[in-house]
Structures are given as structure tokens and as C-alpha cells.
């Protein structure tokens, strides 16, 4: 199956600094990456959606200034949590989906990045 | 505004048991259904159903989409306690290949 690989697992900060987690795809060409939050106990919420080469389009509610994310290669797209405030402390889980036969159409998922921030 | 809402948000069995999960969908431009398996970190691809009626299987799981009735139920037979875990529908949107997920359903199988 398509392996998405996601780094680091888990990151403790400080208020103030910035944070970049990276997501891989390891057998497949992604030509589309999706972030998303998790909050304990709730569903995957959407916040970006990068395609390789172009500027992401966020979704409603999420600061693209403060959620910076960069695809600029078909396996490879970064979320850099710029200023980290203990509210930005979540789950995050980065996905891949491509145009080959495995990955069209389906989104597979990274192991998430716990981001604690203090 | 567009939703997914999955049924019930948790159930405890016991091994052995047969369990049905439901998911039902209100979605503008609706492509497909997918249905992830949510362990402890990431969600882990299940199936994706297109077509009406045509039931989806992979050893003791199973799921068929009603497009009709905008609902998917994914059932899993003979449970066993790794089948404990979160699981999530999602629908797909017909472009961008974005997904809106359900809350998710959680499952312990109890030995």
C-alpha cells in the first residue's frame, strides 16, 4: 500500500517558537497533500489543502500567516507552526493522495505530530 | 452546509460479536465514501465505495454505499480485540479530492 511517512511523531516547544513538521510520500508521487487538527476525542478537521507547485488553499477560520505550508516537490510537503501559543497544542495529521492507480482519489495518512506547546 | 454523521459514537462487544457501523452523509458534489481505521495514530485506508449496492469486503469486514438514501454501514464479523479502534467515514467531494469526516465511531471489542 501507499506509505506516507510524517516527522517528527511528537515536538514540546516553547511559546513564541516555530515548529516544522514534514510529510512524506514514500512510494507514490503526491500531487495533492491535505493537513489536518485532531482534538482529543473529535474527527479530523481540514485545515489546508497543498498542491505541488502552488500556493495552498486553507480553509475557512485557519491563518495561513500562522500555518505556513510549502509543497514543493511531489513527495514532500512541510507545515511550519509559526509563533506557537499554547493553544495551537494538537494533533496534527498530514495525507497524500495521487494520479497513479494506488493513491487516486484515496487520502493516506501520516502517523501525526503531537505538537505540545508551552 | 455540508455533513457526515456516523452512528453510534462508541459501542463496547465482546469478541465473537457482529457489529454494524452506520455513516450518513448530506454532501454538495459527492464523489465517494471511504472508510478509515483510526488505531492510535494514523487512520488506516479500509475501502472506498462509488457505486450504489455493491457490497465492498476484506476478510471479516464489509461495507456497501446507499446513494439513494445518502448512508454507508461498514460491518465487522467474528470481532476480535484488535479490532478495537476509531473508525471514520469520510465522503469525497467530485474535485480537489478533499474529504469532510464523520466523528467517528469507537469500537472496543472486549475479550
Known amino acids: 500500500g501507499a506509505v506516507v511517512s510524517q516527522h517528527p511523531s511528537w515536538v514540546i516547544c516553547k511559546s513564541g517558537t516555530s515548529v516544522k513538521i514534514e510529510c512524506r510520500s514514500l512510494?507514490?508521487?503526491?500531487?495533492?497533500m491535505f493537513w489536518y487538527r485532531q482534538f482529543p476525542k473529535q474527527s479530523l478537521m481540514l485545515m489546508a489543502t497543498s498542491n505541488e507547485g502552488s500556493k495552498a488553499t486553507y480553509e475557512q477560520g485557519v491563518e495561513k500567516d500562522k500555518f505556513l505550508i510549502n509543497h514543493a516537490s511531489l513527495t514532500l510537503s512541510t507545515l511550519t507552526v509559526t509563533s506557537a501559543h499554547p493553544e495551537d497544542s494538537s494533533f496534527y495529521i498530514c495525507s497524500a493522495s495521487g494520479t497513479d492507480k494506488l493513491a487516486k482519489n484515496i487520502q493516506y495518512f501520516g502517523a501525526g505530530t503531537r505538537l505540545s506547546v508551552l | 452546509e455540508d455533513k457526515v454523521v456516523q452512528s453510534p459514537l462508541s459501542l463496547v462487544v465482546h469478541e465473537g460479536d457482529t457489529v454494524t457501523l452506520n455513516c450518513s452523509y448530506e454532501?454538495?458534489?459527492?464523489?465517494?465514501l471511504l472508510w478509515y481505521k483510526q488505531e492510535k495514530k494514523a487512520p488506516t485506508f479500509l475501502f472506498m465505495l462509488t457505486s450504489s449496492g455493491i457490497e465492498k469486503k476484506s476478510g471479516r469486514l464489509s461495507s456497501i454505499l446507499d446513494k439513494k438514501e445518502l448512508f454507508s454501514i461498514l460491518n465487522i464479523t467474528a470481532t476480535q480485540t484488535g479490532d478495537s479502534a476509531i473508525y471514520l467515514c469520510?465522503?469525497?467531494?467530485?474535485?480537489?479530492?478533499?474529504?469532510?469526516f464523520g466523528q467517528g465511531t469507537e469500537l472496543s471489542v472486549k475479550p
Open positions: 454532501v454538495t458534489n459527492f464523489r465517494s
Open positions: 469520510a465522503a469525497l467531494y467530485n474535485q480537489g479530492g478533499k474529504l469532510i
Open positions: 512510494d507514490f508521487q503526491a500531487t495533492t
